[in-house]
């Protein structure tokens, strides 16, 4: 049912920082395009950041570009948020996901949406408390 193990988490104060990982199993990652999103309750979930699945190519949402970077290791099968500068606003649950990057037995290699309806692999999430 789940395709990721997620971990990083916690509270910690505006102005502070945290390092997001997510652990793939049971696909091929490095033949998948990963993002991270992240939902508050009462919400849409909001898309963050993309990475190409050879990280040749990488995406930011407005609220967060400067701040977040993303980043990956294939060889790990592992994938990365490192957040600084961190406010109240950025609370939420944070997920990352997958979709692999073959359409019609052809590869994409530049596919990196930031569309929740464009993955179909997802974690459990993880908490992120930005509060003093």
């Known amino acids: 049912q789940l395709h990721f193990v997620e971990s990083g988490g916690g509270l910690v104060q505006p102005g502070g920082s945290l390092r997001l990982s997510c652990a793939g199993a049971d696909f091929t990652f490095d033949e998948n395009a990963i993002a991270w999103f992240r939902q508050a309750p009462g919400k849409e979930r909001e898309g963050l950041s993309c990475?190409?699945?050879?990280?040749?190519?990488?995406v930011y949402a407005d609220s967060v570009k400067g701040r977040f970077i993303i980043s990956r290791d294939n060889a790990k099968n592992t994938a990365y948020l490192q957040m600084n500068s961190l406010k109240p606003e950025d609370t939420a649950i944070y997920y990352c996901?997958?979709?692999?990057?073959?359409?019609?037995?052809?590869?994409?290699?530049?596919?990196?949406?930031?569309?929740?309806?464009?993955?179909?692999?997802w974690g459990q999430g993880t908490q992120v408390t930005v509060s003093s």
């Open positions: 996901a997958a979709v692999d990057i073959h359409f019609r037995g052809q590869a994409i290699r530049a596919l990196c949406p930031l569309r929740s309806e464009a993955y179909d692999k």
């Open positions: 990475i190409t699945s050879s990280s040749d190519r990488t």
